[in-house]
């Protein structure tokens, strides 16, 4: 998969003192066989988990650990850290760190230097559900993402599912390849965001068609891919339009969220939505609704179950994909398939007149679930096999691949 160049890049890592403080040390491998030089300040609760001795020969340069080093005088200090870096990561990003850089408390190496960067700071948070979801812990990630010497990227993740402790939830690190997708999306482009200036409109989660006032027909989609998506396209600097079925997601950050129920809902808030650079169509339209709803709630009686008589549903994919003034410049959508992935995709490909499909198997647990593998199908003939990886990190590849494609 192609990727944003990073080659002449300085990265300064900042790895706090959590259990996720291992992937920090995956994340310097890519970031330099990407091409970055990588420089770490390893706080002394990071210590706690990963050894300087890993960091220095991963990086190739001395881990600095302390404020004052009296025995290395000649050592970098936290104001050449600061200014050395084109950008500062921030991983894991603890709850005390984050309070720190956004309050401006500053004693330790690792504060002091957040607190003197005049560079952009990414912060990929890790710490207990509970914690993340502390009014105070969100109220400082707010105040880091609006002050300008952060320039509002503050973040990446985190992400959701089982922890090292336990609980399920928001509040994982996101993973290291996650995290460099973010890196690469931040050092792009004139404001380094390479999506700046481009609008996108994504539509995520399930449709619902109503029966009658209590019933209807739905299907299992979550959402959470295609909230994924509008959160990654935002991150890179796109405005983005979502379009979203009935789901129990918050609106990510950035963008804005239009609310549907059916199919025909969508399909206007689409239309509306248009002109865009790209759409993202990952919802999971109903094909069919019924042909005349209920007033009332249908009930039981003799003779068993009434007869339903279905009609076609709007094919939204098709029309956002047909030539015309408003039509994307890409338009993506999505094939989710329980057997012939690639020839049930490629059909899909060639008959709604899209540019490219993500293809998944959806035979096992993925409606609902945190990850997910998918295929990218190009027009060209073209295939990306994506191994199972969080949907967070499926969405952010599918950005850069996005903003690689028509920056």
Not at 223 to 234: E, N, S, T, W
């Amino acid at each position: 998969m192609a990727t944003l160049s990073l080659s002449g890049r300085k990265i300064l890592l900042i790895v706090g003192g959590g259990i996720a403080a291992y992937k920090a040390l995956e994340l310097v491998r890519l970031l330099r066989k990407a091409g970055a030089e990588v420089m770490s300040v390893l706080t002394a609760a990071g210590a706690e988990f990963v050894t300087p001795m890993s960091l220095a020969a991963l990086t190739g340069h001395p881990v600095r650990q302390a404020l004052f080093m009296p025995e290395d005088e000649t050592a970098m200090g936290h104001i050449e850290l600061s200014r050395w870096a084109d950008l500062v990561v921030v991983a894991p990003a603890t709850a005390g760190l984050i309070a720190k850089a956004a309050n401006g408390l500053a004693d330790d190496l690792a504060s002091t230097t957040l607190l003197a960067t005049d560079k952009r700071v990414l912060l990929a948070p890790a710490m207990n559900v509970r914690m993340w979801r502390h009014p105070a812990v969100q109220a400082n990630v707010e105040r880091l993402k609006a002050f300008d010497g952060f320039h509002g990227a503050a973040a990446v993740g985190p992400d959701e599912g089982e922890m090292a402790c336990g609980e399920f939830g928001p509040g994982r690190m996101a993973e290291p390849a996650a995290i460099l997708v973010a890196i690469e999306g931040l050092l792009a482009g004139p404001d380094g965001r390479p999506l700046t200036g481009r609008s996108a409109v994504v539509t995520a989660g399930p449709t619902f068609e109503p029966i009658d006032p209590v019933r209807g027909l739905t299907n299992r989609s979550s959402g959470k891919q295609g909230y994924a998506i509008a959160a990654a396209l935002a991150e890179l600097g796109a405005k983005v339009t979502l379009v979203s079925g009935p789901v129990a997601l918050s609106v990510p950050a950035g963008v804005e969220r239009v609310w549907v129920e059916t199919a025909r809902e969508m399909q206007a808030a689409v239309e509306a939505a248009l002109p865009a650079d790209v759409a993202v169509m990952s919802a999971a339209v109903a094909d069919w609704r019924v042909d005349g709803v209920a007033s009332g709630k249908i009930k039981k009686a003799p003779g068993g179950p009434p007869s339903l008589a279905l009609i076609e549903n709007p094919d939204i994919l098709a029309a956002v994909s047909a030539p015309g003034p408003k039509r994307p410049g890409l338009v993506i959508g999505f094939a989710a398939e329980t057997a012939d992935l690639e020839a049930n995709a490629r059909a899909k490909l060639s008959r709604k007149g899209c540019d490219w499909i993500v293809g998944n198997d959806v035979s096992g647990e993925v409606f609902g679930a945190d990850a997910n593998a998918v295929t990218l199908f190009t027009r060209d003939g073209g295939a990306e096999a994506w191994p199972r990886q969080s949907k967070a990190e499926v969405a952010r590849k599918l950005a850069v691949r996005i903003a690689d494609h028509i920056g």
